[in-house]
């Protein structure tokens, strides 16, 4: 791939290799400054709220900085840092890039901002071994993602910054220069806030105005009251579990699934056909990780015992949940989750959802007998990941940790309104541009699955003349089976990897499944959540389970990946994830799919779900996520327009409204009987 950058004008005279300066203010190391701008990035004049930094500005995907560095140079050092500060009021994700010359491998690492609050990008360089997919977020510096290739810091001589995704808005941040150090660089301690508190009493954005916004604390109050004393009924054609009463199969007393010649359904309790429509995320769901920034919030009730259900600990972060906060103000301390509850399934049917989604809490549903799914946690204690999350699976404590995480399905075993389960969610092995394989060799030096590696390979060759002659390689088996690896792999060399990660997949799943149709014979194993269509080392492995799974963010599903799903696993397709936002109700940022305003992602869902209701192949399709994310983040730093109701708990009506006439027809779009609906809105750059 050709990465050549247009350079549009020189920034300074020096090189990227500079002098022992102090920027930011509070980082001693070497300073990396640019040297010149890219494509059309300008540099900008004015005072910057950050001190000894540089005002830019640029309105396209690949605007930015490019930083000559002497080839080596980062090698010795272990922390890249910035301050940096994004004007305006909508998200800009960056990319930073380093490369290994001008064509050469590169690492990215992907991260957001808060509008209107400093930032300290704080870039570990051990990421370049790909060993992560994911850091934590750090005050105003949100989700940085790693991503790219595999590189060697002796040999990058080359760094970019650049806009990443901006949602066709122009951008305007101000930057310090980079500073590179041999220890880790010290966190931001105070952000500096330059147009003052960033979220109001109601959980609400200070610097968004739009139409429906909460005026006050009585106007919350009054709005959750009235919702209290409604209800409302599921369209009249379902059954008691959401199934449809116009198709009837055997009852088994559990939700399964069934292909009836034509198209495959799921199958209810009472042997009606069933297409789960969902929605995840029901639950108290607006936290905000607020570590760092408590300064940017207007009311935080820390001290006070009544609130205490509006915070929570994830790790070393604080959140505070502004939705607890606004049903405690309008029904009490003792009372306001069992009316939220209420609530929140009546919101459910009068949208017309049958199946509350993953994420949830999902024994109100139970308690309800509302159809629902649930997630399981997948944790190892004594099993170690060997790349990224991907565990040991050769190793013989793996089957019993399998089955020790199997025992969670004990207390849903036996319910009739409980649909499936999935394994896990988004493997993070799976983002990454290397086969699992290869990044165990580059990552554990010694582990059981390496052991079983060599196994294989000696299968294969007859000894280690034979091995290194196939891979074009200085290797032996016992540099396969332990040790430190460094070296590049040939083309043979990964064909075979790729044959052993399909292997390694196999065995993950298929110790998974077993474990858990040991303890749960009853319920559909939903499978593992992929984040797109998985590789075909990847797939094979998922033919143990009931039903293939993807989170799938596109405009519709991919009817061509599905079907060849089908063909190839035998099993039908449910997305576990899907959905689309706007900039016009005080978001910063629209979610993965983007629309012009509540009108259109009522348009976006009606094509998204009616268009895969009529796949033959598709058993439905789950929309993340019931509420927004909180305007100041959530735990990893997503602040997206993704809800059915806003943080104040008022519905999107333009949307409700769409979803309701999808739903009222689902099952003859499905049977085809009914066109699916056709009127799609314009879709823009995404920005998340």
Request: proline share 5%.
């Amino acid at each position: 791939m050709n990465r050549r950058h247009f350079i549009q004008s020189s920034l300074t005279a020096a090189s990227g290799l500079l002098v022992y300066t102090c920027q930011p203010a509070t980082i001693k190391g070497l300073a990396i400054k640019p040297t010149n701008l890219l494509n059309n990035l300008q540099q900008a004049s004015g005072d910057t709220p950050i001190p000894h930094a540089t005002w830019y500005a640029g309105n396209t995907v690949g605007d930015g900085l490019f930083y000559s560095i002497d080839k080596g140079l980062f090698a010795e050092y272990a922390f890249l840092t910035a301050d940096i500060l994004l004007d305006g009021v909508n998200m800009c994700a960056f990319l930073l890039t380093l490369q290994e010359g001008e064509d050469g491998p590169a690492f990215t690492l992907n991260f957001k901002l808060l509008n209107q609050c400093s930032a300290r990008i704080r870039a570990n360089l051990q990421w370049v071994n790909q060993n992560v997919w994911k850091a934590n977020r750090e005050g105003a510096w949100l989700k940085p993602v790693v991503g790219g290739d595999r590189i060697d810091l002796s040999q990058v001589d080359r760094m970019t910054l650049t806009i990443f995704r901006n949602g066709e808005q122009p951008v305007r941040f101000c930057l310090t220069s980079f500073t590179a150090t041999k220890n880790e660089s010290e966190l931001l301690k105070k952000p500096i806030l330059p147009r003052g508190k960033l979220i109001d009493e109601l959980g609400q954005s200070t610097l968004h105005t739009w139409s429906a916004k909460s005026v006050d604390r009585a106007h919350v109050t009054s709005r959750l009251k009235a919702q209290d004393e409604e209800s409302y009924p599921w369209p009249d054609q379902f059954s008691k579990w959401g199934g449809w009463m116009r198709k009837k199969f055997d009852a088994s007393g559990f939700f399964r699934k069934e292909h009836d010649g034509t198209r495959w359904w799921l199958v209810d309790p009472d042997g009606y056909a069933f297409w789960s429509a969902g929605c995840d995320c029901v639950r108290v769901d607006t936290s905000a990780n607020y570590k760092g920034l408590k300064s940017a919030l207007t009311w935080v009730p820390e001290n006070e015992p009544e609130f205490a259900a509006m915070f929570s600990g994830r790790g070393d972060a604080s959140h505070i949940n502004y939705l607890a906060g606004n049903f405690i103000k309008a029904f009490g301390a003792g009372e306001w989750h069992e009316i939220w509850s209420s609530i929140a399934l009546s919101q459910l049917k009068k949208i017309g959802f049958n199946t509350v989604g993953n994420w949830s809490e999902w024994d109100i549903a139970r308690a309800a007998g509302f159809p629902y799914v649930r997630p399981l946690s997948l944790r190892f204690e004594k099993t170690k990941r060997i790349y990224r999350d991907f565990p040991d699976v050769f190793a013989a404590s793996y089957k019993e940790e399998a089955a020790k995480y199997a025992e969670q399905l004990q207390e849903t075993k036996e319910d009739p309104a409980f649909i499936g389960y999935f394994l896990m969610n988004e493997p993070t092995w799976g983002f990454s541009s290397e086969l699992p394989a290869a990044g165990m060799l580059y990552n554990t030096p010694d582990c059981e699955t390496r052991k079983e590696l060599g196994r294989f390979l000696a299968r294969k060759y007859a000894n280690d003349a034979a091995f290194a002659s196939a891979w074009g390689m200085d290797v032996t088996l016992a540099h396969i089976t332990s040790g430190t690896w460094t070296q590049r792999f040939t083309v043979p060399a990964l064909q075979d990897l790729a044959a052993f990660s399909e292997l390694m997949c196999e065995e993950f799943f298929k110790v998974l499944t077993d474990a858990c149709r040991a303890v749960d014979p009853y319920h559909m194993n939903l499978g593992a959540r992929y984040h797109k269509v998985p590789p075909s080392w990847a797939l094979k492995g998922m033919r143990f389970f009931d039903v293939f799974s993807m989170n799938c963010y596109r405009e519709r599903i991919p009817h061509e990946d599905v079907l060849d799903i089908a063909r190839l696993l035998g099993l039908p397709t449910m997305i576990g994830e899907f959905h689309f936002g706007a900039l016009d109700v005080g978001l910063p940022a629209t979610g993965i799919g983007h629309v012009k305003n509540q009108a259109a992602r009522g348009q976006a869902y009606r094509i998204y779900v009616e268009d895969a209701a009529a796949d033959p192949n598709c058993v439905g399709t789950h929309w993340f996520t019931l509420y927004d994310q909180s305007a100041l983040g959530r735990f990893d730093g997503e602040n997206y327009n993704i809800g059915f109701l806003d943080v104040c708990n008022r519905p999107y009506e333009e949307l409700l409204v769409a979803a309701r006439a999808t739903h009222d027809i689902i099952y003859d779009v499905a049977a085809r009987t009914t066109a699916p609906y056709a009127d799609a809105p314009e879709y823009f750059q995404k920005l998340f």
